[in-house]
T-cell receptor
Framework: AQKITQTQPGMFVQEKEAVTLDCTYDTSDPSYGLFWYKQPSSGEMIFLIYQGSYDQQNATEGRYSLNFQKARKSANLVISASQLGDSAMYFCAMRELNSGGSNYKLTFGKGTLLTVNP | DAGVTQSPTHLIKTRGQQVTLRCSPKSGHDTVSWYQQALGQGPQFIFQYYEEEERQRGNFPDRFSGHQFPNYSSELNVNALLLGDSALYLC?????????????FGPGTRLLVL
């Protein structure tokens, strides 16, 4: 079973509007971290936002916010006031913090291609 | 503050050859991870180095090996290249003792195997 599922291969949004990119995850580990990265066509993965499984509040970073619904195992990324430069691939990733903290890898979804239209 | 750097940016090799990719971590970071990203896919974890040791490995064959130097920089070596090794190879660095241990990625090396 996939650990990270991004069901939207592509999304379109008008400039200045908000958009939500979906991410669901699967883990039995009670302690984990969720990350969102942006990958422009140049290839570099740019870190956007982090949510820990025990964090009480949803994470926010500027125009980015994470809609974390733990019971539903979803961690959707909300981008407000979209800009043309937001056009890119967006990846959701998870790090499961095994007891003893022996897992360090990030597991990624397949990504969502966001296109911002002028 | 320099970010993660990788070299070379692009590489073309033929089947059976060997390749070495290089990575310098972000200033202050002591941990380096390597990922392979095939076209249209998310990155897949290859391994992570900390204190010059491989401390975790993903599901990759022994043809993939690495090294971390005392200055925390790292190399990824791939032997006996296959066509399927064509991908974007991403290096990520992090600070082991940071609470979130967020991994910051470099621009990647695009490897084409012919």
């Amino acid at each position: 079973a996939q650990k990270i599922t991004q069901t939207q291969p592509g999304m379109f949004v008008q400039e200045k509007e908000a958009v939500t990119l979906d991410c669901t995850y699967d883990t039995s580990d009670p302690s984990y971290g969720l990350f969102w990265y942006k990958q422009p066509s140049s290839g570099e993965m740019i870190f956007l936002i982090y949510q820990g499984s025990y964090d009480q509040q949803n994470a926010t970073e500027g125009r980015y916010s994470l809609n974390f619904q733990k019971a539903r195992k979803s961690a959707n990324l909300v981008i407000s006031a979209s800009q043309l430069g937001d056009s890119a691939m967006y990846f959701c990733a998870m790090r499961e913090l095994n007891s003893g903290g022996s897992n360090y890898k990030l597991t990624f979804g397949k990504g969502t291609l966001l296109t911002v239209n002028p | 503050d320099a970010g993660v750097t990788q070299s070379p940016t692009h590489l073309i090799k033929t089947r059976g050859q060997q390749v070495t990719l290089r990575c310098s971590p972000k200033s202050g970071h002591d941990t380096v991870s390597w990922y392979q990203q095939a076209l249209g896919q998310g990155p897949q974890f290859i391994f992570q180095y900390y204190e010059e040791e491989e401390r975790q490995r993903g599901n990759f064959p022994d043809r993939f090996s690495g090294h971390q130097f005392p200055n925390y920089s790292s190399e990824l070596n791939v032997n006996a290249l296959l066509l399927g090794d064509s991908a974007l190879y991403l290096c990520a660095s992090s600070y082991n003792w940071a609470s979130k241990e967020t991994q910051y990625f470099g621009p990647g090396t695009r490897l084409l195997v012919l």
